[in-house]
Every structure is written in structure tokens, then in C-alpha cells.
Nanobody, 124 residues
Framework: EVHLVESGGGLVQAGGSLTLSCTASGFTLDETAIAWFRQASGKEREGVLCYTRSRLSIYYEDSAKGRFTISIDNAKNTVYLRMNNLKPEDTAVYYC?????????????????WGQGTQVTVSS
């Protein structure tokens, strides 16, 4: 059975850092594209950045450039989102999504698997 489980969210002050984890089970992340999306209260889910099959980063959220990085630990079948210099506007539920064909896209409809989400709250 396929599962994606996110963790690492929490409450942090502006300027702080968090690292989110997304662990896959039931399949391997090799050859897939993995993206982080976020959904603020009352808003649609939006793409933040994506890790291509060749492990290049594509940013969909300009404000994430220079602050957020994505990485993967193949042995743990886990992808990470390191978020530095967090701002109140980063407050959202963060989701990881996996695209089995290895193609990054900023829209949600092509992702095959989703995690349950983890809340990130940044206080000012």
C-alpha cells in the first residue's frame, strides 16, 4: 500500500527555520518527481518547488528562492524541505506530492500520491 507521510511542521518565529520530511512507503522515490505544495487558510493549494527526476529544483513560488531547498535521502526514501528565514506569509499546510512519471508541474492534478499535510505556522 502506498503512503506518503509528512512531518516536521510546527510553530516558529519569523526568521526561524524548519525542515519538513516526506517519507514514502510502498514505492520508491527513484525516477519520480517530488513536489512541495502549500495551502493557506481559505486559499487554493499552490506549488512551492519540485525536485525533478534528474534531481534539479524547479521553483514555483518566487519568494521561496534563496530560502527553501529540497533534498532527498534515497536510503530512507525520504525527501526534505529545508525552510530558512521563514515569514508569516509562509504559514500554511504543507503537502508533498509525487509524480510517478518524473515530470514536475505546478498544478496539482498530475500528481499521483499525496501526503496528509503538516501545518507550518510562522509568528511575527
Amino acid at each position: 500500500e502506498v503512503h506518503l507521510v509528512e512531518s516536521g511542521g510546527g510553530l516558529v518565529q519569523a526568521g526561524g527555520s524548519l525542515t519538513l520530511s516526506c517519507t514514502a512507503s510502498g514505492f520508491t522515490l527513484d525516477e519520480t518527481a517530488i513536489a512541495w505544495f502549500r495551502q493557506a487558510s481559505g486559499k487554493e493549494r499552490e506549488g512551492v518547488l519540485c525536485y525533478t527526476r534528474s534531481r534539479l529544483s524547479i521553483y514555483y513560488e518566487d519568494s521561496a528562492k534563496g530560502r527553501f531547498t529540497i533534498s532527498i535521502d534515497n536510503a530512507k526514501n525520504t525527501v526534505y524541505l529545508r525552510m530558512n528565514n521563514l515569514k508569516p506569509e509562509d504559514t500554511a499546510v504543507y503537502y508533498c506530492g509525487v509524480q510517478a512519471e518524473g515530470v514536475c508541474t505546478g498544478g496539482t492534478h498530475r500528481y499521483n500520491y499525496w501526503g496528509q499535510g503538516t501545518q507550518v505556522t510562522v509568528s511575527s
